[in-house]
């Protein structure tokens, strides 16, 4: 479990920072965790569906990827695949032979449409008449698989055997595009110090306006380290962000000692009330006791003190009489963090991430920082402080990352370097 949800958070990070240039590319929506638990197949004219909600206005849906195998003895050579609006109108219908996609073993199967223009909530129903056993996850449902069928079309009571609703993902994918940003960067300053940090600024347009955000990323050309990240919101067609490294990198400490570097975002001017105590944030794999782990945002103020511990699921587990006086001041936080943070004195653990930009496939993505015991009390911030250090003298690239809100991602690397001295 702990090796899974690193590896997706590493997956992540690596994903945007691997390639030089990265274009606008086909973006996957999924509502299931990947891992098939069961199969089911449904006879007549019902089907499988799932509700998806369109990363944009007139998002072209180009593709469906199924999860399944053909059944032994199949009843019908034939699926089809239609996608419905939100008010179950006819979109786009597409009709092959079942044996053309898929085969004996449980696989993805990607399924090609004539590109239909989407926006909102949108529906694709599986209709396999018998032939195909569905991939089933069963982990908690995301609430948008359902039991559909046509003519009139319609959505149906949920009547699956051993399949409870609020259990069961079909797994059925959309794939599909729209147009991406596009951004030049510049470094306009080329050297980094606490009194002179170096200064890249990124212009940023998309052509159909969506635009969420701009990310750089400091990497030591020795070491391939992630020093430093900043994130600058955006909106519209067109921006600009002007982002500054003070030569600087992230350590972790914890009950006074110095536990190493690790990869941290800088979030300052991101949240207006609680920027100083929300100043930076790590992402870390909290092992509350011995049979839950989970991923999480560990949060730190200007001063570097822990001050939040809000998991993948949004849970917090941990907030410090800080935040609690700012958000809730007539709350008492003794009673607060008797009832509400999960975090347990010298028993839980966190571990936190060094991430690197691997040169090569086979070069390590990451090393763990931790585990780290978390001792002291929820008043003393369990003794854990993010430090900064002077960065090493060398080289460094900037990494510039643009995003907008149809999930397109461009990653950039400057053509000049940064240099500590």
């Known amino acids: 479990m702990m090796l899974m949800i690193r590896s997706l958070i590493i997956a992540t990070i690596i994903t945007l920072l691997a390639a030089n240039c990265v274009s606008a590319s086909m973006v996957r929506l999924a509502y299931d965790d990947r891992s098939i638990e069961d199969a089911a197949w449904i006879d007549g004219q019902r089907g499988h569906g799932v509700i998806f909600t369109a990363p944009a206005d007139n998002w072209s849906l180009s593709q469906v990827a199924i999860l399944g195998k053909l059944v032994e003895s199949s009843p019908s050579e034939i699926f089809v695949i239609e996608v419905w609006d939100q008010n179950l109108s006819l979109l786009c219908r597409t009709t092959d032979k079942a044996s053309s996609y898929f085969n004996d073993n449980l696989s993805w199967s990607i399924i090609d449409l004539p590109d239909v223009r989407v926006s909102d909530n949108f529906l694709i129903s599986f209709f396999e008449f018998a032939g195909v056993w569905q991939g089933v996850d069963k982990s908690p449902s995301s609430g948008r698989s359902i039991l559909v069928s046509r003519n009139p079309n319609r959505i149906l009571n949920w009547s699956m055997q051993n399949s409870a609703q609020n259990q069961t993902n079909w797994m059925i994918q959309a794939i599909g595009h729209s147009p991406g940003p596009e951004i030049s960067i510049a470094v306009v300053s080329d050297t980094a110090s606490e009194k002179n940090p170096a200064k890249v600024k990124a212009m940023v347009t998309d052509p159909d306006g969506n635009l969420k955000g701009v990310t750089e990323y400091i990497v030591d050309n020795r070491t391939r380290e992630i020093v430093w990240s900043q994130t600058v919101q955006m909106e519209g067609s067109s921006g600009e962000a002007e982002f500054s490294w003070p030569g600087t990198i992230f350590r972790i400490s914890a009950n006074g000692q110095d536990k190493g570097k690790i990869y941290a975002i800088n979030n300052q001017a991101q949240v207006p009330n609680l920027g100083r105590l929300l100043a930076y944030s790590a992402p870390c794999i ?132 940064i240099t500590v001295k």
């Not at 001050?307 to 849970?315: H, K, M, P, V």
């Not at 390590?364 to 015991?373: D, F, L, N, R, Y």
Request: net charge negative; hydrophobic share 35%.
């Open 286 to 417: 909290i092992e509350l006791n011995e049979s839950e782990n989970v991923s999480a945002q560990a949060y730190f103020g200007e001063d570097g003190l822990f001050n939040a511990l809000i998991d993948s699921r949004g849970i917090a587990h941990y907030i410090s009489p800080e935040i609690l006086s700012i958000t809730v001041p007539e709350r008492d936080y003794e009673e607060f963090a008797k009832n509400n943070i999960t975090v347990i004195k010298d028993k839980s653990k966190i571990e936190f991430i060094n991430a690197k930009v691997p040169a090569r496939q086979d070069e390590q993505a990451s090393e763990k920082v931790g585990p780290i015991v978390l001792s002291g009390t929820p008043s003393s911030h369990y003794e854990l402080q993010l430090l900064r250090s002077n960065a090493d003298i060398g080289e460094y690239n900037a990494i510039v990352k643009v995003e907008d809100m149809a999930s397109n991602v461009l990653s950039y690397i400057a053509g000049k370097t």
